[in-house]
């Protein structure tokens, strides 16, 4: 079955850097896009970055453009979020998520705290 499962969360301070990593099983990783997301304490779950099937194409949402930096190895199964100069509100939940035929999958989420 699908998992998708993130990895690299934690503790650090602000201005600091952490590499998310989401691996993925269960599907034919290659030939699908993959996003992360995030959700903060009393907030919505809202998209951070995504990556087209061959890694060509990002996307970045506004809070996100010249600090985070998506990426994968398709050899690995492997998506990665590079986030650096993290910032207070940039501490959440922070998910993977896939879409195959019509159904969403997400990973069940790493924390990320930036202290000031």
């Known amino acids: 079955q699908v998992q998708l499962v993130e990895s690299g969360g934690g503790l650090v301070q602000a201005g600091g850097s952490l590499r998310l990593s989401c691996t993925a099983s269960?599907?034919?990783?290659?030939?699908?896009?993959m996003s992360w997301y995030r959700q903060a304490a009393g907030k919505e779950r809202e998209l951070v970055a995504s990556?087209?099937?061959?890694?060509?194409?990002?996307n970045y949402a506004d809070s996100a453009k010249g600090r985070f930096t998506i990426s994968r190895d398709n050899d690995r199964n492997i998506v990665y979020l590079k986030m650096d100069n993290l910032e207070p509100e940039d501490s959440a939940v922070y998910y993977c998520?896939?879409?195959?035929?019509?159904?969403?999958?997400w990973g069940p989420g790493t924390q990320v705290t930036v202290s000031s």
């Open positions: 990556i087209d099937s061959r890694g060509l194409t990002t």
């Open positions: 269960g599907f034919f990783f290659s030939i699908y896009d």
């Open positions: 998520r896939t879409d195959i035929r019509f159904t969403t999958y």
